[in-house]
Nanobody, 122 residues
Framework: QVQLVESGGGLVQAGDSLTLSCAVSGGPSNNYVIGWFRRAPGKDRVFVAEITWEGDSTDYADSVNGRFTISRNNAKNTVFLQMDRLKPEDTAVYFC???????????????WGQGTQVTVSS
């Protein structure tokens, strides 16, 4: 059973940076694509970014492209989301998810973390 634990959320001001971490355990981590998602207050959960475990492919939502960077540290079984130039509209609960399929991560990932709150004040 794959387990995902997010950390690194907090309260920051607009323009600040924040790095989220997703610790992956309980499975053969080199089989999984990892994605980041977020759910803003009163809205549905949406895709933010994803990365293959090898790190050879990444993808981003248009709303964060150029500001957020997804990366991984295979030795620590951890995936990171570096968030720069944060905006109040980035306020959300951020989740990481895992699946063996690149396409499935976006629509129906098999495993999910509990989420970490990011709040950006104006």
């Amino acid at each position: 059973q794959v387990q995902l634990v997010e950390s690194g959320g907090g309260l920051v001001q607009a323009g600040d940076s924040l790095t989220l971490s997703c610790a992956v355990s309980g499975g053969p981590s080199n089989n999984y694509v990892i994605g980041w998602f977020r759910r803003a207050p009163g809205k549905d959960r949406v895709f933010v970014a994803e990365i293959t475990w090898e790190g050879d492919s990444t993808d981003y939502a248009d709303s964060v492209n150029g500001r957020f960077t997804i990366s991984r540290n295979n030795a620590k079984n951890t995936v990171f989301l570096q968030m720069d130039r944060l905006k109040p509209e980035d306020t959300a609960v951020y989740f990481c998810a895992a699946d063996e399929s690149w396409a499935a991560v976006r629509v129906n990932a098999a495993y999910w973390g509990q989420g970490t709150q990011v709040t950006v004040s104006s």
